[in-house]
C-alpha cells in the first residue's frame, strides 16, 4: 500500500492479499494453536512464518497490517480489551520505582489500573491537569518515566496540547502514550504529534458494531522491540473471529466516522438551544475548552459528546433516560446505535475539580435518522419538565 494513498484507500485495500487468498478478497479465518513445521531443524531454530497461535496468524496480521497502513506505526499489537492494550502498553516502559505522569481526565479503568495495580508494583502515578499544556514540565522528577494522554477526554472531552506535553516529555527523555480511542487515526495523527505509544479500545469505533472486545497497541521504531516483547511476555492473543470482525468493521471506519461527526454535531448544535441544558461538551463547537487545539490538531469530530443539564432532581433525571426509545442505556460506545449515560466526576478527579452543577450525560451518536435522535431526545426534555 502506497503511503501516498489516502486513509480511506488505505482503509479499505492494506492487509491480506486476495493473490494468496485464492482471489478472495479477505483474508481466511484461521482458527488455530499448532503449526506444523516441515523438519527438526526448522522447528528447533523457529523457522517459519508462523510460528504458534498465540503469536498471530494471517488473520490477525491482516489487521495489524491495516492499522499499520494507516498509522504509520512500525509495529502494531492486538489485545483482548482496549483496557490491556492500556496496562500492557504501561507495564511495557515502566520499571518499580518509576513515577507515571496521567491526564486527570483519563478513562476510569485505566485510572483504577495505575491507582492499583501499578502502585502495587512500586509505580506511582501523579495525575495532571488535562490543559497543562507545556507546563507539564515542572511536574517531571527525577523517577518519572512516562506521559499518558487521552484526548479529548472520553467522558469531559478536554482537549490536550499533544505537540507541546510531547516536546517537554522527550526533551527529559520521557516516553508519551496516548489513548486514541475517540479520533482513531482518522482524525488525530498521534505519531505526527509526538506520541510514541498509541492504544485504541479497537471495541469503539474500529469494530463499530457493539460485536466485539479489542484492543490495539502501536508503537513507533524507538518502541517497538520492548512493547512487542511484554505484549508476548504477558501472552496476550486474540481470537481470528474478533481479529476478522475489527478488520471488517475497519473498513467502513471513514464513512462511519463522518456520518457521525456530522449527526453529533446536529444533536449537539440543537442542545445548545435547549433551555434545559447548562452547555454542550463538544471539542468542535466553538466555545469548548479546547477548540482551538481541536481546530489546529484534529482533522474531524468523532460522534461521542456530552453535555450538562442544568439542576434537576434525580427523578427528573430518570425520566429523560429511562424513556428514551432510541438511546440505550449502557457502557462502550462506537456503534451503530445511539447510547447515553449520566456520569459525575467530582468525586474523582485528584488534579482538577470538575465544575458542574447539574447532571451530565454523554452520548454516543450512532447511525440512526438524525431527526428520529433530536425527537428522542426532545421527548426526554419534555418528560424532564413534567
Ligand atoms: C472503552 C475504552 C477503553 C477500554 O476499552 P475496552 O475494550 O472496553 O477494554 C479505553 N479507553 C477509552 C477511552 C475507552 O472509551
Redesign the pocket.
Known amino acids: 500500500m502506497k503511503k501516498a494513498m489516502g486513509p480511506e484507500t488505505r482503509l479499505v485495500h492494506a492487509g491480506g492479499d486476495p493473490k494468496e487468498q485464492f482471489g478472495f478478497v479477505n483474508p481466511p479465518v484461521y482458527h488455530g494453536s499448532t503449526v506444523l513445521y516441515p523438519n527438526t531443524e526448522d522447528l528447533l531454530a523457529h523457522r517459519a512464518r508462523y510460528t504458534y497461535g498465540r503469536r498471530g496468524s494471517p488473520t490477525t496480521d491482516a489487521l495489524c497490517e491495516a492499522i499499520g497502513a494507516l498509522d504509520g506505526s512500525a509495529g502494531v499489537l492486538l489485545c483482548p480489551?482496549?483496557?490491556?492494550?492500556?496496562s500492557t502498553a504501561l507495564a511495557a516502559v515502566l520499571s518499580a520505582g518509576d513515577d507515571l505522569l496521567v491526564t486527570d481526565s483519563?478513562?476510569g479503568?485505566?485510572r483504577t489500573f495505575c491507582d492499583i495495580e501499578l502502585k502495587r508494583l512500586g509505580i506511582s502515578t501523579t495525575y495532571y491537569d488535562p490543559t497543562i499544556g507545556a507546563a507539564i514540565g515542572a511536574l517531571i522528577g527525577p523517577n518519572t518515566r512516562a506521559v499518558f494522554t487521552?484526548s479529548p477526554?472520553?467522558l469531559t472531552f478536554e482537549v490536550q496540547d499533544i505537540p507541546a506535553i510531547a516536546a517537554a516529555a522527550h526533551a527529559r527523555g520521557l516516553v508519551v502514550l496516548m489513548?486514541n480511542?475517540?479520533a482513531t487515526p482518522l482524525l488525530f495523527d498521534a505519531f505526527a504529534h509526538g506520541v510514541d505509544i498509541v492504544?485504541?479500545?479497537?471495541?469503539?469505533y474500529v469494530s463499530g458494531h457493539s460485536d466485539v472486545?479489542?484492543?490495539i497497541i502501536s508503537c513507533n521504531e524507538r518502541w517497538r522491540a520492548r512493547v512487542t516483547d511484554c505484549w508476548n511476555h504477558f501472552g496476550l492473543s486474540v481470537g481470528p473471529d474478533d481479529a476478522y470482525l475489527g478488520l471488517r468493521g475497519l473498513r467502513t471506519m471513514a464513512i462511519r466516522l463522518k456520518h457521525q461527526e456530522a449527526a453529533g454535531l446536529e444533536v449537539a448544535r440543537w442542545l445548545e438551544g435547549r433551555p434545559e441544558v447548562a452547555r454542550v461538551l463538544h471539542p468542535a463547537l466553538p466555545g469548548c475548552p479546547g477548540h482551538a487545539l481541536f481546530k489546529r490538531d484534529f482533522t474531524g469530530a468523532a460522534g461521542?459528546f456530552a453535555f450538562e443539564l442544568k439542576p434537576v432532581d434525580r427523578r427528573g433525571l430518570h425520566a429523560f433516560l429511562d424513556g428514551l426509545e432510541l438511546f440505550g442505556l449502557g457502557?462502550?460506545?462506537?456503534g451503530m446505535e445511539s447510547l447515553a449515560i449520566p456520569f459525575d466526576v467530582r468525586a474523582v478527579r485528584t488534579a482538577t475539580r470538575w465544575a458542574a452543577e447539574g447532571p451530565c450525560i454523554r452520548l454516543n451518536i450512532g447511525l440512526e435518522t438524525v431527526g428520529d435522535l433530536i425527537a428522542d431526545l426532545e421527548a426526554g426534555l419534555e418528560r424532564l419538565r413534567r
Open positions: 480489551s482496549g483496557l490491556s492494550a492500556v483519563v478513562y479503568p485505566t487521552e477526554g472520553s489513548d480511542t475517540w492504544v485504541q479500545a479497537g471495541t469503539k472486545m479489542l484492543g461521542l457502557f462502550s460506545w462506537g
